[in-house]
């Protein structure tokens, strides 16, 4: 049940829900008539009895329908009040609008990603035993190409690829100290 049907629902009721949130109250007329939603005899807060479905606070400014009214009245969250009501009119709260939805997830597809098994193959043509590059975590390592830059992920040592250099950046590098 919506806040809307069950507020329909209130109203068909109204001067019972009027005595019981606010029994300090009159009746004047076709309306309710009390101090404010703290319950308190007076006139400044008044409920239409009659055809119009609507309340107000002349002194607060608050108006709204008669769940609004509830949610002030007894100072609580909307879901508890619409708990309450359906117990005041002798609803069954079988609804769920206010549970969680359940979210369903996908793992997403990993893509330029090698494992780590392709790093021993280099560091075998390195001389580099696996019991050594398993001491050193290089196990761990992922390397992952994104925009065909090498990078590294897990904690371990990542393995790039050789870049090839011309004789003349070779030179600059010796000579620049890199």
Known sequence: ????????KLWDQAE???????????QEGREWCA??????????????????KAWSDFASGDSGDLLDLWVLVRNCQLHDA??????????????????AKKKTFS???KKGVKKANHCYDYLASRGITRETA???RVSDAVVWY???????GGGGVSIHPQRRTTAGEADQYRTSGR
Not at 17 to 24: G, H, Q, S, Y
Not at 36 to 51: H, P, R, W
């Open 107 to 109: 793992r997403p597809t």
């Open 1 to 8: 049940m919506t806040p809307a049907q069950l507020s329909e």
């Open 134 to 136: 398993d001491q050193f």
């Open 16 to 26: 019972r829900v009027a005595k019981f949130l606010l029994p300090k109250g009159h």
């Open 146 to 152: 994104h925009d065909e830059k090498p990078r590294s």
């Open 82 to 99: 619409m708990r309450e009501a359906k117990e005041f009119l002798g609803l069954k709260d079988d609804d769920h609008h206010f549970e």
């Open 35 to 52: 101090g404010s939603v703290d319950g308190e005899a007076g006139k400044s807060l008044k409920i239409n009895l009659g055809g119009k």
